[in-house]
T-cell receptor, first 115, second 111 residues
Framework: GAGVSQSPSNKVTEKGKDVELRCDPI?????LYWYRQSLGQGLEFLIY????????KSGLPSDRFSAERTGGSVSTLTIQRTQQEDSAVYLC?????????????FGPGTRLTVL | KQEVTQIPAALSVPEGENLVLNCSFT??????LQWFRQDPGKGLTSLLL?????REQTSGRLNASLDKSSGRSTLYIAASQPGDSATYLC??????????FGTGTRLTIIP
């Protein structure tokens, strides 16, 4: 079946511009996560959505970052006034639930380069 | 703060050898531990998930173990193949709806 998809696969932008990254989770998965993977570093949690509950935004690095999830499905991560330190691979994951048996399935990521 | 550590950062072994990758975590109150594989330029592929009540999980040539008391997990790969070359990440789930990842071990299998 279809996995998690993300678009675009690559994005090059100029410092100060806004960018939007899209994630299509696996159909039926209620939980959706955004992570960031910077060069030489591990994966860093950004934000988490579960059903209709308020998202857990505890990992967002600054107020320039925001995310929404429409209709409990597609999610968009928006970065305003991009900075060079925002350059990273942004990974989206979804899972059926949030229990200890629920594996997170990851998309291929969006590689963001801020010039 | 929960921390997950993977040592070494890189490992090279000849094809055909068995090998072990290590993962340690600071908080023994984990719900589960997952091992992932990441190929260059790609996302993560889940390999094995061990629940806190389990000691090990097996899938093909892969075997993952979990020792909560010592804060350690290992991923054993039998009869390694060049196609096993990738970065292997372990991640702990502490019940706060987010995975805490290690920084990974980059594995190279030498033909």
């Amino acid at each position: 079946g279809a996995g998690v998809s993300q678009s675009p696969s690559n994005k090059v932008t100029e410092k100060g511009k806004d960018v939007e990254l899209r994630c299509d989770p696996i159909s039926g998965h209620t939980a959706l996560y955004w992570y960031r993977q910077s060069l030489g570093q591990g994966l860093e949690f950004l934000i988490y959505f579960q059903g209709n509950s308020a998202p857990d935004k505890s990992g967002l690095p600054s107020d320039r970052f925001s995310a929404e999830r429409t209709g409990g499905s597609v999610s968009t991560l928006t970065i305003q006034r991009t900075q060079q330190e925002d350059s990273a691979v942004y990974l989206c994951a979804s899972s059926r639930g949030t229990g200890p048996r629920d594996t997170q399935y990851f998309g291929p990521g969006t590689r963001l380069t801020v010039l | 703060k929960q921390e997950v550590t993977q040592i070494p950062a890189a490992l090279s072994v000849p094809e055909g050898e068995n090998l072990v990758l290590n993962c340690s975590f600071t908080d023994s109150a984990i719900y589960n531990l997952q091992w992932f594989r990441q190929d260059p330029g790609k996302g993560l592929t889940s390999l094995l998930l061990i629940q806190s009540s389990q000691r090990e999980q097996t899938s093909g040539r892969l075997n993952a173990s979990l020792d909560k008391s010592s804060g350690r997990s290992t991923l054993y790969i039998a009869a390694s193949q060049p196609g096993d070359s990738a970065t292997y990440l372990c991640a702990s789930y502490f019940g706060n709806e987010k995975l805490t990842f290690g920084t990974g071990t980059r594995l190279t299998i030498i033909p």
